[in-house]
């Protein structure tokens, strides 16, 4: 602010304006711009909060300010905008390097598609340089691959959504067609209007390439969409492993088309084709739920079947298969019959690992083909001969039990001291038209497999209770009953037996139950002990069969709820003479005694067998030299002879 006195004579008192109007130093400079004109004043004092004059204010001082605010304003405007300016050219210097140095191919296009830029990517990876491109329309790339409706769709969705992304076929300046993934946006002007396409694409031909490979390495047959031999060996492998757990039998069936390569050739690939997609589709129409199918390659199928249930069931489905093929197949206008050839392989019999039985299983096939086609075979021709036997055996033990056509013979039990008739034991006979006679030893096993030793055992005991209904009136003799472990382990049995017994009316004491030492299953224990425990508890003697040949441990034997143990035959049949025997026997007889059991020795074949018994306290012997098992009919006399007074 200035200060300007003049030099004269006056007092300054005398020229001074008087009195010097003052404002507080906040007051606005609007205020002191209108004080100044209203007032007509030149100056204004200016005091600080206590009142003193902190100087004066003219016009021209509030005039000068306020230029000088506005020249910075304005300068600071200008600083601005050159930032702004600085920066977009930044970001457009920076926004072109990105594009040339992109490995991703850019393509920018004005809205009706006409190509506008390229990068240098865009042309290494088509061939077309940017002046060889620009004007033109990406249509120059087409492969040709795609039609019509691809591109239509392509562009409407770009028109409404403003973006595009997708699998594209293209096709180099050099011809060659390659796939790369596009994307595609429309860039809007401020007004919200396109005005330009942003494409950018990559060459996805490497990666395409490995998709394939995980494709063929994958699991599923690409033109039947069957598993492929990396499936198949894997379920192969698993369905071992299990049935090595489970103890059951798995069977491959190598199936391989009869002259595949003549329906090829005569017919085309094409219709090559289409029968083995028929084959696929009706190999596993014909399977079961559980089996699988798979192609190896070429005309080269499998079938797995994880567990079989009888060598008889695995043969039907072969020849079903078998069948299936040869139905005709109808390719190119003509009816076309296809037969096939199987080959059989079974684990654990014939190979204990995929590889063995696969190889096995394509040996078999082979010599089926050998041997006329339109057949199957088991790899082992021994077992195909045992399979045979078996499946005559199976099918005939169905019909056997369905007409009831078992019966049973009985072998009396004979107090050694006394000599009188303790009891009889039912033993199962069967006499088949075509078998002939087949022992109980093959019937039992076969029946447990098959799982119908329930039905079996059943009629057994039906077949028992009706004979000493029938018996009543000559004489009250017990008889025993044999029963499978599966039996007892059935939840049906102690059901089964109280029907028996009340349908016929029969005393429980009647009744005695064989059962054999492979029954203590330790794990089962329990189940099993309250499973006897019901039985006794019903009157019904116990006794352990074939005692001696099984494992059974003197503990558990003590818990058990018997009556009696049944000396093996073993055991029996080399006495008086052998040392072992008669301490073994011995050994039996006084354990047995301190159980407070009694004996029966079985399969007593010479007096010397049974005065040596009857000596050492054993007290029943049962054998041929007492009497071999009778039919029904012939006890009521063997009765009369041998024991008139019982
Ligand atoms: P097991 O219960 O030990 O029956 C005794 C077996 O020895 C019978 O054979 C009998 O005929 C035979 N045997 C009797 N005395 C003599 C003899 O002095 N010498 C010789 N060498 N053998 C004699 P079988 O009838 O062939 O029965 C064999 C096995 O089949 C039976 O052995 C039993 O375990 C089983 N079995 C028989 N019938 C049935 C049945 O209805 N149900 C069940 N679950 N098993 C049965
Ligand atoms: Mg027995
Ligand atoms: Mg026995």
């Avoid at 109007?21 to 004109?37: D, K, R």
């Avoid at 905008?81 to 490995?103: F, G, P, W």
């Avoid at 197949?329 to 096939?340: D, E, K, P, Q, T």
């Avoid at 394509?362 to 045979?388: I, P, Q, V």
């Amino acid at each position: 602010m200035a200060w300007v006195a003049e030099p004269s004579g006056h007092c300054l008192d005398d020229i001074a304006t008087y009195p010097l109007f003052s404002m507080p130093s906040g007051a606005s400079l609007m205020l002191a711009v209108q004080t100044l004109q209203q007032q007509h004043y030149r100056h204004l004092g200016v005091l600080d909060t206590s009142g003193d004059l902190l100087g004066l204010l003219s016009y021209s001082d509030v005039l000068a300010n306020i230029e000088y605010e506005y020249v910075n304003q304005l300068r600071r405007l200008l600083d601005e905008r050159d930032t702004a300016l600085r920066l977009s050219v930044e970001h457009l210097r920076l926004a072109t390097q990105v594009i040339n140095a992109s490995l991703d191919g850019i393509m920018i296009t004005a809205p009706d598609g006409t190509i506008e830029s390229v990068n240098p990517s865009f042309s290494e990876m088509t061939g077309y340089q940017q002046d060889e491109v620009v004007g033109k329309t990406p249509a120059l790339l087409s492969s040709g691959r795609h039609g019509d409706d691809f591109y239509q769709l392509m562009w409407r969705q770009l028109q409404e959504q403003g973006f595009w992304q997708g699998e594209i076929w293209n096709k180099r300046k050099n011809g060659e067609v390659y796939p790369e993934w596009l994307t595609i946006t429309a860039i809007h002007d401020d007004s919200g209007a396109i005005c330009k396409y942003a494409g950018i694409f990559t060459d996805i031909t490497d990666r395409k390439q490995k998709e394939a490979r995980i494709q063929s390495l994958a699991y599923f047959d690409e033109l039947t969409g069957l598993p492929n031999r990396r499936l198949f060996t894997d379920r192969l492998r698993l369905a071992i492993a299990n049935a090595r757990r489970h103890r059951h039998q798995v069977a491959l069936l190598f199936v391989d088309l009869d002259l595949f390569k003549r329906i090829n050739d005569s017919l085309g690939h094409l219709a090559g084709d289409r029968v083995l997609i028929e084959v696929a589709r009706r190999l596993e129409k014909t399977v079961r739920e559980g089996d699988s199918v798979a192609r190896l390659g070429g005309d080269e199928f499998t079938v797995l079947v994880p567990e079989i249930d009888s060598l008889g069931g695995l043969e039907c489905l072969a020849q079903r298969l078998i069948d299936a093929i040869y139905e005709p197949m109808h390719i190119n206008g003509r009816a076309l019959f296809v037969s096939a050839s199987i080959g059989i392989s079974l684990f654990p019999g014939d190979g204990s690992n995929e590889e063995q039985l696969l190889r096995f299983a394509d040996t078999a096939m082979y010599r089926s083909k050998e041997l006329g086609r339109n057949k199957f075979r088991f790899y082992n021709s021994e077992m195909s001969e045992r399979t045979r036997q078996e499946m005559r055996l199976e099918e005939r033990l169905h019909h056997a039990l369905a007409k009831g056509a078992l019966n049973l013979h009985y072998q009396p039990k004979i107090n050694l001291a006394s000599g009188c008739l303790e009891g009889l034991e039912a033993l199962l006979r069967w006499h088949d038209d075509e078998l002939g006679q087949v022992s109980p030893a093959e019937v039992i096993p076969l029946a447990e497999r098959l799982g119908l030793i329930e039905t079996l055992g059943t009629q057994v005991l039906e077949m028992v209770c009706a004979q000493l209904q029938k018996w009543q009136h000559l004489a009250r003799v017990p008889v025993a009953v044999n029963l499978s472990v599966l039996q007892l382990q059935s939840e049906h049995f102690l059901r089964v037996l109280d029907h028996c017994l009340s349908r016929y009316q029969i005393a429980p004491e009647l009744i005695e139950l064989e059962i054999t030492e492979s029954f203590f299953i330790p794990e089962r224990a329990e189940a099993m002990l309250a499973m006897l425990e019901a039985i006794r508890s019903r009157g019904i003697r116990l006794s352990i069969d074939d005692f001696g040949t099984g494992y059974s441990s003197l503990a558990y034997l003590r818990k058990l709820p018997i009556n009696a143990l049944k000396l093996d035959r073993s055991f029996v049949q080399n006495l008086p003479g052998s040392q072992g025997e008669v301490e073994i026997s011995l050994a039996v007889l006084g354990m047995a005694r301190g159980l407070g059991l009694e004996v029966i020795a079985e399969g007593v074949e010479t007096a010397a067998q049974a005065e040596f018994l009857a000596k050492h306290h054993c007290q029943q012997a049962q054998g041929f030299y007492f009497s071999r098992p009778l039919p029904a009919d012939a006890v009521p006399r063997w009765l009369e002879i041998n024991a008139p007074n019982q």
